[in-house]
Structures are given as structure tokens and as C-alpha cells.
């Protein structure tokens, strides 16, 4: 009878051990789901830098070595510091400012102006205008530097065609025939640029040194595409259209696969860091792919932005995400020549998101 009852005893006291683990391992993982409710597992919004101001914008550039952003606005690019939310002096008296290409290894900016179909040379350290260059073409939008070539190449809107700028001289050294409007371009390296074609729906490659188109290839079913970014490693374009990003092997000129975005997009980033590729679009949506592979490509979460958040830039040190807004009115009458007029920036709401994980 003694044995029994120190058995009993003894299976008494490893039920309560059980039951006290299951209580102990229970309230971890109760206390973990409300830790990772607490803390947002995708990306989200850090903070807003309220820049104020008046005017319409368009592209962004960040240098990723002095920390700082230039966001163009109305007349001016306006630079903020990424890092304190710190405003400097903006850069003043441009004509339709539209694009910023910074050159470090010339320690050197150029802005795209629109309406005086011109380039405007800054220094990135003083930040100060050193130089305006006409271009052979009309409505510079989109800019860039390709340090392969030495050059810098602006996209013009309004003669379908692009303009070469010698870095070194600040001298117009020839025009490429885009065959359409082009939009956003990018470059290999190694001396090859690749730019949308809007009009066309395709994306035309040229060298930039010879300034000889190379190649054209249709993007469909994706139409009136707009940003453009590439993977190096893995040959790869990401074309942005209204509500389809669309992946083209630049190398055989083909369509690999499309991926489901956001409507009203307007710039598009990869981070070799992450293998997220971002879509920036016009609804008021970030959409965050996933690489899983060169050929395979999925939605990872689509994050609410705000309303006309279309223009974008990327942080490859933090992996932080910039979308440009502001808060707007009601759009004004219906006139003959603005039969459907856009909402109005409210006057000092000019901000910039930055969202992260």
C-alpha cells in the first residue's frame, strides 16, 4: 500500500510540472502574438517631413553619401536630410524643374528644366548653381548620369528623343531618336541605358557612347509605362503601367512575367539589398514585391501611402521608402480647358512619407 500511494504521490506531482509547463508555454505565446501585434511586421510609416510651400512636384534623387534628398517642387528642388528631417536652402529659380541626377564622382548635380529646355549644373557640396545648359530638345522630364560614359542624358517629352551632355565639359555631344515620349531610364554600367517608350509601350536600349539604338522590345500586355528600375545581377527591367508592373530580360529583349500593382503608378525601385522591388502608385498604395527568383515574382503587401503619392525614392543603407504628397482642396470648376480640373494642394502641406519596417 506505502509503494502505491508514493506512486500516486509521485504521478501527482508530474501532472502539476505538466499542467504548470503548458500554463508557462501558453502565456509566452500569448505574449508573443501581442508583441507582433504591437509592432507592425511589414512596411509602415515612420515619419512625415513636412516641407510646406506651394507648387507641384515630380521627381526625387537622394545622395546617398551626404544623407540628403532632393525633391523637386514648383520652382525649386528642395533637399532635406533623411536622417534629422533637417530642411536646407532649396535650389531656386528653375523653369518646370522636373528630374535631379547626381554624379558624386564629379561632385556635381544637374537638373532637369522643362520649360526652359535646359540642364542646371550644381555643386553637390556648396550646392550652389554653377551652370545652365541648353538641350536639343523640348521638355527635358526624366534625367540621368551614366558614369560609364561620362554623360549625362536628359528625356525629352516634347521631341520624343534624348540629349547627351559631355559631364566633363558641360557641352551637348548628341541626340538620341527615342521614336516615342520617353519616361524614366536607367543604365547597365557598362554602357548601355535602357528608357520607357510611353507612346509605344516598349522599352528602346542604346549605347551611350555611340548613341546608337540597339534594341526595341513591346512590353505588352503592359501599356504606358512610366518607371523603370534593374537588377544588375540578374539581367532584369521593372517597367511600371496603371495597375501592372511588367519584368523584361534586357538582355534577349523579351517578357518574362507581370505582377499585379496599384493604379495611377509613377516610380519604380529595386533593392539588390532586400529583393523587394516597390511600386509607388497614384491611389494612395505602395506595392512591395518579393524576387523570389529571376522569372518568379510575388505580391508581399500592398501599404496604404496617401492619395497622389506617385513619386518615390529608395534608401539602399536603410531600406526605407520616400513617397512625396500633400493634403489637397476641392478641384476648382470645370473650365473649356481644364474640363476635368485636379484638387488643389492645400498651401504649406507639401510633405514627405517615409515608410520602413
Known amino acids: 500500500m506505502e509503494g502505491i500511494k508514493e506512486q500516486n504521490i509521485s504521478m501527482s506531482k508530474t501532472k502539476r510540472v505538466f499542467w504548470a509547463a503548458i500554463l508557462v508555454l501558453g502565456l509566452a505565446g500569448f505574449g508573443l502574438a501581442a508583441a507582433r501585434q504591437a509592432q507592425p511586421g511589414g512596411y509602415h510609416l515612420l515619419k512625415k517631413i513636412v516641407i510646406g510651400g506651394e507648387g507641384s512636384w515630380d521627381y526625387m534623387a537622394l545622395d546617398v553619401q551626404t544623407r540628403l534628398l532632393y525633391v523637386s517642387h514648383g520652382s525649386a528642388f528642395e533637399i532635406v536630410n533623411v536622417d534629422t528631417g533637417v530642411k536646407l536652402d532649396p535650389i531656386t529659380k528653375l523653369k518646370g524643374v522636373h528630374g535631379c541626377a547626381l554624379a558624386p564622382d564629379r561632385n ?3 537638373i532637369s528644366n522643362g520649360r526652359g529646355n535646359s540642364v542646371t549644373v550644381f555643386d553637390l557640396k556648396t550646392r550652389q548653381v554653377l551652370e545652365e545648359v541648353a538641350v536639343t530638345g523640348k521638355n527635358p522630364d526624366s534625367i540621368m548620369y551614366d558614369a560609364f560614359s561620362g554623360r549625362v542624358f536628359t528625356f525629352n517629352g516634347g521631341t520624343a528623343n534624348a540629349t547627351a551632355i559631355d559631364a566633363a565639359t558641360n557641352k551637348v555631344v548628341g541626340t538620341v531618336d ?6 524614366f531610364a536607367v543604365t547597365d554600367g557598362k554602357g548601355i541605358v535602357f528608357v520607357n517608350n510611353e507612346d509605344k509601350s516598349e522599352v528602346v536600349s542604346f549605347d551611350a557612347k555611340t548613341l546608337e539604338v540597339k534594341k526595341r522590345w513591346s512590353i505588352a500586355p503592359g501599356e504606358g509605362p512610366s518607371g523603370l528600375a534593374i537588377d544588375l545581377k540578374n539581367k532584369r527591367l521593372f517597367s511600371v503601367c496603371d495597375k501592372i508592373m511588367v519584368v523584361s530580360d534586357f538582355e534577349n529583349g523579351k517578357v ?3 505582377i499585379p500593382i496599384g493604379g495611377g503608378p509613377d516610380a519604380v525601385r529595386y533593392d539588390p539589398g532586400t529583393g523587394l522591388i516597390f511600386s509607388s502608385n497614384g491611389e494612395g498604395t505602395l506595392t512591395v514585391v518579393r524576387q523570389e527568383s ?7 503587401e500592398t501599404v496604404k501611402t496617401a492619395p497622389r503619392g506617385r513619386t518615390m525614392e529608395l534608401d539602399p543603407k536603410t531600406h526605407n521608402v520616400f513617397v512625396v504628397t500633400a493634403e489637397f482642396g476641392p478641384a476648382p470648376a470645370p473650365t473649356k480647358e481644364q474640363p476635368k480640373p485636379r484638387p488643389t494642394p492645400v498651401p504649406g502641406s507639401f510633405q514627405v512619407l517615409v ?3
Open 108 to 110: 556635381r548635380g544637374y
Open 178 to 183: 527615342i521614336g516615342g515620349k520617353p519616361e
Open 256 to 258: 518574362v512575367t507581370t
Open 294 to 300: 529571376a522569372d518568379k515574382y510575388s505580391v508581399l
Open 355 to 357: 515608410f520602413g519596417r
